[in-house]
């Protein structure tokens, strides 16, 4: 097996393997039917061929690149963002699937619009003898964190995906994300992440034997069909439903992906705990990040008591929603015509932790409408484009800098299959002011 590692070696890669990397995702099946990502892609890599990467920016590409007109303004429409992120996961997609074998490749960094043209190394892998028995995580130096997988399947794609991730090369955090993160963007930061469990049943096809206290019930005559249809199921097999409080959704998993590369950027320790064995006591005078929706998480339910912005269900339209306390404003989801949801809502916030007002340890939730939500607040959080927007958007206010304890709204679309598409910033409302003018 071998393990890749791209290398931003531009002073090593000539113009004429450049082009011929480029060409070669313009060309491929992959970008086939995205015109505009491939229009995208051709302006920013022509301008990084011509020596010009540092004049791009987000105004040339809607006007030079996405037919946008001439009085196009960033603030009012978001789609040179929103374009980015797809052509970020489009190349993914082209090198994972149809060209892996590609030795120079294109990379566009989070939060910017200059390509990246890096050489893949190949290494292969240390032999079997080699390898440290019974150690699953790389040397220490590499990897600070102290990681307990609670949710055993979900958890375990994210430390895979965190794995890869580690092995690329990683960008220079942008001073922006670390200003937004303050404390909890600092190598002494020993952080607990706490992530809320959704309380579900769980279908066994067998007799399995269950633990002490634990107890298992019949599932419905009608879930046959339906577990039939996604598993095997033998035709004399009995399901039995198991009450699980142990798991964590997909959003919340991939919102643990994003923030932990953030932390490993700036070599953050950290420790990744279930909130049901980190409860809201165990955060005071620490920095802590909370993903969860208040259904799902005591602890969030209970800090955003007090908060101008909440997460809960209107009756009215029976659906949750985020509530703006101040105006009884809510800002509802929406569904697709199959009533899948398609556009959600995340909602950031931020404040001292207890025992550390001051600031010097600071507590970030990311909550919202399904785990997409959160995961849109994690991502917007994340994005040096979107919190330069928001900066811009408060000093307009009159304040300096971030605010000491704040909220934000993100709207968010997301696919049937609950996967985060877009995310983009809707409201925000600014807690301590007497401290952040």
Partial sequence: MERLATVPAAGLISTKDK??????????????RA????????????????????EITEYLIAVKALGRTNDFSALEDSSVRVMARSLRQKLEEFYFHERPEAEIRIELAKGSYHPRFVRVEREPAPAPEAQAPETPFPAPRLLTSTLIAF???????????????????????????REAWGPIARPDANILIAVGNPLHMIF??????LPPGLQSYPAPAESYEYYRRHRPLPADAKLTLQTVDNAASMGHVLGIVTAVKLLNSVGASYQILPERTAPLVSFRGRNVLLIGSPEDSLAVSTLLQNMPFTVDFDPTLRDLVVRDRRNNKVYAPKRDDTG????????????PTEGNMDGSRRRIIFSGITSVGCNAAVDFMTSPQDLHSFLDRIKAEGYRSFPVNYQIVVRATTTPDFLLTTTDYEAHAIIDKATSK
């Avoid at 015109?35 to 540092?54: P, Y």
């Avoid at 958890?155 to 994300?177: E, G």
């Avoid at 949801?341 to 950031?348: A, F």
Wanted: charged share 20%; hydrophobic share 55%.
């Fill in 204 to 209: 066994h096809p067998f007799p399995v034997v």
């Fill in 151 to 177: 949710a055993a399947g979900l958890i375990v794609a994210a430390v895979a995906v965190f794995f890869l991730t580690r092995n690329t090369a990683a960008a220079a955090v942008d001073s922006i994300v």
């Fill in 19 to 32: 082009r011929a990397a480029l060409d070669l995702v313009l060309k491929s099946n992959t970008f086939s």
């Fill in 35 to 54: 015109d505009q990502l491939r229009s995208f892609l051709r302006f920013i890599g022509e301008m990084e061929l011509e020596g010009k990467a540092d």
């Fill in 340 to 351: 899948h949801y398609s556009e959600v809502y995340g909602l950031i916030t931020i404040s």
